[in-house]
């Protein structure tokens, strides 16, 4: 699956998703708030599911890092 960069998403999106995270808003407020931007398919859940992060694809330490010490 392709993960959208920010400038793929409209601003108000992340206007909208910059309110939830900070808590500006409740989950109830920004699920409806993503309801105004499902169009052909891309229903809420998808749209949710697309701003989480995926911890699969972050940045890892290799096991024979020379700036690790372990004592």
């Known amino acids: 699956m392709h993960r ?6 409209p601003q108000e999106l992340l206007d909208l998703f ?3 995270q ?3 808003i ?3 407020s920004f699920l409806e708030g993503l309801g105004r931007f499902a169009v ?5 859940a998808a ?3 697309s701003f989480s992060p995926n911890y699969a694809l972050a940045q890892t330490v290799k096991a024979d890092d020379k700036d690790i010490r372990v004592g």
Do not use: F, I, Q
Not at 4 to 9: F, L, M, V
Not at 40 to 44: A, H, P, Q, S
């Open 18 to 20: 910059h309110e939830y």
């Open 47 to 49: 749209m949710y599911e």
């Open 26 to 28: 409740d989950r109830r």
């Open 4 to 9: 959208k960069t920010a400038d793929e998403y």
């Open 40 to 44: 052909e398919g891309l229903t809420v």
């Open 22 to 24: 900070h808590g500006e």
